[in-house]
């Protein structure tokens, strides 16, 4: 039976996607949006707002209503019996605190009660903190002191204590609540703990998303005994095993037999993070091309040849799930900062657009960095965008030219950031809501000095896990899919325009401004 699915928990609704590895045609696709499909959880964007002190959560029991909600309403756009193999992937960093009933309960679950009431009694943590979550700076400062300073974690997990991440949040909450953290048996990820439930026994964490924990060593890809130490006691017996993303954790559990119609036997491959799915759904798992995702914020990640971790502690390694590691960067000032030097002219975006017509490559000089809210790489706390070039261009009476400057100046800053993960990059897959731009695209393609590529593929997270379950249970050849799914529009295909060394100038200024 040639039909896989992926599945998707995202942190405004769970997806699932089905497709025909032999036709090559999409079966089926479907959403549950938390916010308007479980009002009950009081959580609009997927997370409980006004959190006290940056802390941001969500209710475990809202995921597995959504994942019921999905497959049901999936069940009746297909028939799922014909699916033989499912994998899927979480948003990151989010994790869920399990009791020692949990180990039972999972293996029992009944088809006459719902996920969520069998659960709830193994929750020793009521809600989970998810990766927006910003309230454990205390705790991240006290695991690299532990260590021996920041240096230390980024070389053995990948990346500096980060407040997001995972083995924080676990030291916050064995501070604040050490006996709900003494009566917690297993932590899960958000990814392994929904792959546990669909095979009904307690899966394993992926490197891709385990390395988002601050807890996994990336030579090895074991649990690191100095980070758990420094993190939390007993935290080894509350981890569940590490494993590649080739791993078969199991058959679907008869819950989801019974109650949706899966076969019996339907393989499971080991769930991972969102971004490491996305890498796969985007044809891009082998090393040589890289993906500039350009949103709220942007994001730069990749297959890398070597594992290396950033000496600037401002990116991040992570497992790649088709083997070996992937890098993954974040830039805080994406398409806000786009669109803030856009308003700042009373610019509607065919305007912006024109500005790159009206102004010449590398902008006679005229730099900035768009730092309209602190950025994270690099680390630097201004509230107001660096500029260089002259003073009419740096109050801002230029508009075309600080249009140009913006985009300039955030892929130079991209390409200088993103210098330690050693890519030699030929192809840039570009998406996200700015991607249909053709003068950012030329701007990056010309910056990287690298094809850009727009792909047409919507929904990265749910075709990687689809790929990667249709890989792993059924040898497809992950190429054969890419070919398939992962469709570039090669008339819309931007090659560089101008030499390697015409931004040398620029670039140098940009040095100049972040370090003075
Ligand atoms: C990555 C990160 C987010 C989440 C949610 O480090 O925090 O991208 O994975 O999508």
């Known amino acids: 039976m040639p039909q896989v699915l992926g599945i998707d928990a995202s942190t405004q609704s769970c997806s699932a996607i089905i497709i025909d590895t032999e036709s090559h045609s999409v079966v ?7 916010g308007q499909r479980l009002p009950q959880y009081q ?42 193999a499912i994998s ?60 021996g300073g920041d240096e230390v974690v980024c070389a053995k997990s990948g990346s500096i204590a980060v407040e997001r991440f995972t083995g924080p949040q676990v030291r916050r909450f ?30 394993a964490i992926d490197t891709g998303d385990g390395a988002g924990m601050n807890l996994l060593n990336i030579q090895s890809w074991e649990w690191d005994a100095e980070l758990l130490q420094a993190t939390a006691p007993e935290l080894a017996s509350k981890l569940p095993a590490v494993a590649h993303g080739d791993h078969c954790v199991g058959d679907v559990a008869t819950y989801f037999i019974e109650k949706f119609g899966f076969s019996a036997g339907t393989k499971v491959t080991v769930f ?6 996305s890498l796969v759904g985007m044809g891009a798992s082998t090393p040589g091309k890289c993906v500039i995702s350009l949103g709220t914020s942007d994001t730069f990640f990749a297959a890398m040849p070597e594992v290396v971790a950033d000496p600037a502690g401002c990116g991040h390694v992570f497992g790649n799930p088709s083997g070996g590691s992937m890098s993954l960067q974040c830039f805080v000032n994406g398409s806000l900062a786009r669109e803030e030097v856009k308003d700042k002219f009373q610019y509607d975006w ?32 201004v509230e107001a965008p660096l ?78 896990a689809a790929f990667r379950a249709a890989v792993h249970n059924h040898g497809v050849a992950l190429i054969a899919l890419e070919q398939a799914f992962c469709n570039t529009d090669s008339k819309a295909m931007i090659t560089p325009q101008v030499a390697a060394d015409r931004y040398a100038a620029n670039a140098a200024s940009i040095d100049q401004l972040l370090s003075s």
């Open 272 to 277: 991972t993070g969102d971004n490491p799915s």
């Open 43 to 84: 959580a609009p964007s997927g997370f409980i707002p006004d959190g006290a002190d940056g802390q941001v959560h969500a209710d475990p029991r809202m995921w597995l209503d959504a994942l019921e909600l999905l497959l049901s309403e999936l069940s009746e756009q297909c028939d799922l019996s014909q699916v033989s």
């Open 350 to 381: 065919d305007a912006f657009t024109q500005a790159f017509s009206n102004t010449e490559v590398a902008n006679e000089g005229k730099v900035m960095l768009p730092f309209f809210r602190p950025e994270i790489s690099p680390r630097i706390d």
């Open 387 to 464: 500029m260089a070039g002259s003073d009419a261009f740096s109050s801002w009476q230029e508009a075309d030219a600080a249009i140009r400057a913006c985009v300039e100046g955030q892929f130079l800053n991209m390409k200088r950031s993103t210098a330690w993960m050693q890519l030699e990059t030929s192809t840039i897959y570009l998406t996200g809501g700015a991607s249909k731009n053709d003068a950012i695209a030329q701007v990056i393609a010309d910056v990287f000095q690298a094809k850009v590529q727009r792909l047409t593929v919507t929904g990265s997270v749910g075709l990687g």
């Open 28 to 34: 089926a696709e479907h959403s549950v949006n938390f």
């Open 88 to 147: 899927g992937a979480g948003q990151q960093h989010g994790s869920v605190y399990l009791n020692a009933q949990w180990f039972d309960c999972v293996a029992a679950l009944s088809p006459s009660q719902s996920l969520a009431e069998q659960l709830q009694p193994c929750l020793s943590r009521s809600t989970s903190p998810i990766w927006m979550d910003n309230s454990t700076s205390v705790e991240c400062a006290e695991i690299a002191q532990a260590l």
């Open 174 to 203: 064995y501070k604040r609540q050490p006996e709900a953290y003494a009566a917690t048996a297993r932590i899960h990820l958000v990814s392994s703990f929904l792959c546990s439930v669909l095979v009904g026994q307690d899966a």
